[in-house]
């Protein structure tokens, strides 16, 4: 999917607008996981928005390309940090604030007038509620795929528990200090960021938290 990083021109008729390098890193890899599957994923283009304040101007720009007549969806993917309502509330206005219809709710799709659709989920739930808080992260380390997954998370948890204590120190991202602390406990992830680790096998695509997005990013293209 190399040819499709490029945000300033279209390349693709399916558009998925995420946050930030690592959820884009980490849809693009699990979109290759899903073209093993079904040639249909093939036609999404993943565009990085940047900070949850940058989606307007990316909308914004979006309209403004050459090509936007061939774009038939657009699908916001993004973290609902610790207001989940908050995150739907914002991407809802910033939606109809550019002219778009937005979706009442997370997984469902709109179609406007002449036949865009559109569409958004959240991270971590990934499903047609949007309402549990957290990021990608948290997803992440649902859907490790290593065999003894459970028992270093159960140490990883205690090590920083000890920390903390030890040193008085706060965790206010603990889901990064998690991922991050189980990517640098093996060799073969230890200096990917959490879309890289995808690449390289940390992560079961076929995973059931997985689902909902994969049927709804299907609906789209199909």
Known sequence: MEHKIEKNKIKCPNIILCEGKDEWSF???YLQYLIGQD???DTFQVIDFGGITDLKRQLRQLLKMPDFSRVKSIVILRDAEKSPQGAKDSIFSTLKNNGFTAPPSPGEIV?????LKIAYMLFPSCD??????GTLEDLCIRIIGEDR???VLSDIDEYLNDFAEKYSI???RIHKNRLHLFISS???YVDAKAGEAGQRGMYDWSSGHLQKLKNLLYNIAS
């Not at 179609?111 to 036949?115: A, L, R, V, W, Y």
């Not at 047609?128 to 808080?133: I, L, T, Y």
């Open 39 to 41: 040639s249909v994923f």
């Open 111 to 115: 179609i406007q007038q002449g036949g």
């Open 27 to 29: 849809i693009v890899n």
């Open 170 to 172: 706060s965790y206010p």
């Open 186 to 188: 093996y060799d073969k």
């Open 128 to 133: 047609d509620q949007g309402d549990e808080p």
């Open 149 to 151: 997954r459970d028992e």
